[in-house]
C-alpha cells in the first residue's frame, strides 16, 4: 500500500510542476537531410509534433550539404546568404527553445530549389490533461 501512494505521488508531483520529457528527432528519418531520394521534408515536419525543448538532429554528408537556419522571407525565396545560424558538422543537434516557426535550408545551390528544406513548427508545452491541485489532507 505504500509503495502505491509513492507512485501515485510521484505522478501528481510530474503534473503539478509540468514536467515534460523533450523529444529528439532525425530529420527526414532514415533519410536523413538529403536531396537524394525525394524526402518529403514539409511531410515529414507534419508528421510530428515539435516542442519547445525538443531537439532536431540534421545528419548528412559535409561535403554536399549545410544546415542555414533562415528567416521565413529567406525559406521562401531559397535565399541561403544571409542565414540566421550555419551548421556543417554533418550532425548538428539543434534544441528548439522557442514556440514558432524554426526555418532551414540546405546551403549548396539548388538544393533549396529541389526541395531540401524544412519548415518546423514548435509549440509551448501544455499543462497535462486532468492536472488539479493536489488534494487537502493527502499524506505519504
Not at 540546405?106 to 491541485?133: F, R, Y
Given at each position: 500500500?505504500?509503495?502505491?501512494?509513492?507512485?501515485?505521488?510521484?505522478?501528481?508531483?510530474?503534473?503539478?510542476?509540468?514536467?515534460?520529457?523533450?523529444?529528439?528527432?532525425?530529420?527526414?528519418?532514415?533519410?536523413?537531410?538529403?536531396?537524394?531520394?525525394?524526402?518529403?521534408?514539409?511531410?515529414?515536419?507534419?508528421?510530428?509534433?515539435?516542442?519547445?525543448?525538443?531537439?532536431?538532429?540534421?545528419?548528412?554528408?559535409?561535403?554536399?550539404?549545410?544546415v542555414?537556419q533562415?528567416?521565413?522571407?529567406?525559406?521562401?525565396?531559397?535565399?541561403?546568404?544571409?542565414?540566421?545560424?550555419?551548421?556543417?558538422?554533418?550532425?548538428?543537434?539543434?534544441?528548439?527553445?522557442?514556440?514558432?516557426?524554426?526555418?532551414?535550408?540546405?546551403?549548396?545551390?539548388?538544393?533549396?530549389?529541389?526541395?531540401?528544406?524544412?519548415?518546423?513548427?514548435?509549440?509551448?508545452?501544455?499543462?497535462?490533461?486532468?492536472?488539479?491541485?493536489?488534494?487537502?489532507?493527502?499524506?505519504?
Amino acid at each position: 500500500m505504500a509503495f502505491a501512494k509513492k507512485t501515485m505521488l510521484f505522478f501528481l508531483m510530474l503534473a503539478l510542476f509540468g514536467v515534460s520529457f523533450a523529444a529528439v528527432y532525425k530529420v527526414g528519418d532514415s533519410a536523413g537531410w538529403t536531396t537524394l531520394g525525394h524526402v518529403d521534408y514539409k511531410k515529414w515536419a507534419s508528421s510530428h509534433n515539435f516542442h519547445v525543448g525538443d531537439s532536431v538532429v540534421f545528419e548528412y554528408h559535409k561535403q554536399y550539404h549545410s544546415v542555414r537556419q533562415v528567416t521565413h522571407k529567406d525559406f521562401r525565396s531559397c535565399n541561403a546568404s544571409s542565414p540566421v545560424a550555419t551548421y556543417t558538422s554533418g550532425s548538428d543537434s539543434i534544441t528548439l527553445k522557442r514556440a514558432g516557426h524554426y526555418y532551414f535550408l540546405c546551403g549548396t545551390p539548388g538544393h533549396c530549389q529541389a526541395g531540401q528544406k524544412v519548415d518546423i513548427l514548435v509549440t509551448s508545452p501544455s499543462p497535462c490533461p486532468g492536472a488539479s491541485p493536489a488534494p487537502h489532507g493527502l499524506s505519504p
